[in-house]
C-alpha cells in the first residue's frame, strides 16, 4: 500500500519595514499593522467634514467587514515613525494632508485632533474643515 502525504508549507507573510502587511480581502485593500494589531483601509477618503466622515465610518463595508472607525490620535500616532524625521512607512501615504482622529479637542467647542502622517504634526481644528478619513478597524 502506498500512502501519499502532501506537506503545504506555510509560509510568513511578507512585512513592508517589518511590520505592514498588504491585505486584499474581497477586492478591497487593507493594511494590517503586527505592531499594534489594527487593520486599516489602504486608501483614504478626501475632503470630508467631521459629521460626513463619522456617517462615511459608520456605513463603511470594506472587504467584507462593517465594523470600521475613525481611529483616534494616539492609534494615528503608531503609524508615524519617530525614528526619521516623525515620516510615515505606512503604504499609501503620500502627502502633507491632515487624517481626522476621533479624538475630541476639550475646551474647543466642535473640535477634533488632526494629524500629519507626513509631518508628524498634530493640532485641533473645527468639525466644519474638510479634512481627509482613513479609517480602521
Not at 70 to 99: C, G, H, R, V, W
Not at 104 to 117: M, N
Request: proline fraction near 2%; hydrophobic fraction near 35%; charge should be negative.
Amino acid at each position: 500500500t502506498l500512502i501519499v502525504t502532501s506537506i503545504v508549507e506555510k509560509t510568513a507573510p511578507f512585512l513592508l519595514f517589518g511590520r505592514y502587511e498588504i491585505l486584499e480581502i474581497k477586492n478591497d485593500e487593507m493594511v494590517k499593522d503586527h505592531k499594534t494589531g489594527l487593520i486599516w483601509q489602504r486608501l483614504y477618503e478626501t475632503n470630508m467634514n467631521w459629521e460626513t466622515a463619522l456617517k462615511y465610518s459608520r456605513n463603511l463595508c470594506y472587504g467584507g467587514f462593517s465594523d470600521w472607525r475613525i481611529p483616534t490620535l494616539n492609534e494615528l500616532k503608531t503609524l508615524i515613525n519617530e525614528n526619521q524625521d516623525s515620516t510615515s512607512d505606512f503604504p499609501a501615504i503620500m502627502n502633507d494632508d491632515y487624517f481626522w482622529s476621533s479624538s475630541k479637542a476639550y475646551g474647543y467647542s466642535h473640535s477634533r485632533f488632526v494629524i500629519s502622517l507626513s509631518s508628524g504634526s498634530a493640532r485641533c481644528i473645527l468639525e466644519k474643515n474638510e479634512i481627509n478619513i482613513m479609517c480602521v478597524r
